[in-house]
């Protein structure tokens, strides 16, 4: 499910993944994946399908900003973060 939208991105989760704690970012015919570290934590590019480097940096912001409802979520589909 979308936990999360950035513009015109989509910040996924999806039902049937598997840990470590991440996201996919899917827009623009484009998808990164983020590892999400902890709440204290940092976000890390994992995967990059066609981002611009500006646009991964802009992406790590708001993911970071949005990175506790980001957990939050995670552990509702999940059980764990």
């Known amino acids: ?39 204290n934590g940092t976000v890390t590019l994992r995967e990059n399908y066609g981002f611009s480097r500006r646009e991964i940096a802009a992406i790590e912001r708001a993911l970071l900003r949005n990175l506790a409802a980001l957990l939050t979520a995670w552990e509702r589909i999940h059980g764990t973060a």
Not at 5 to 12: A, E, I, Q
Not at 16 to 39: C, Y
């Open 1 to 39: 499910p979308r936990v999360l939208r950035l513009g015109g991105l989509r910040v996924v989760i999806y039902l049937n993944d598997h840990a470590p704690t991440h996201v996919h970012v899917i827009g623009q015919g484009n998808e990164a994946i983020f590892e999400l570290n902890g709440p």
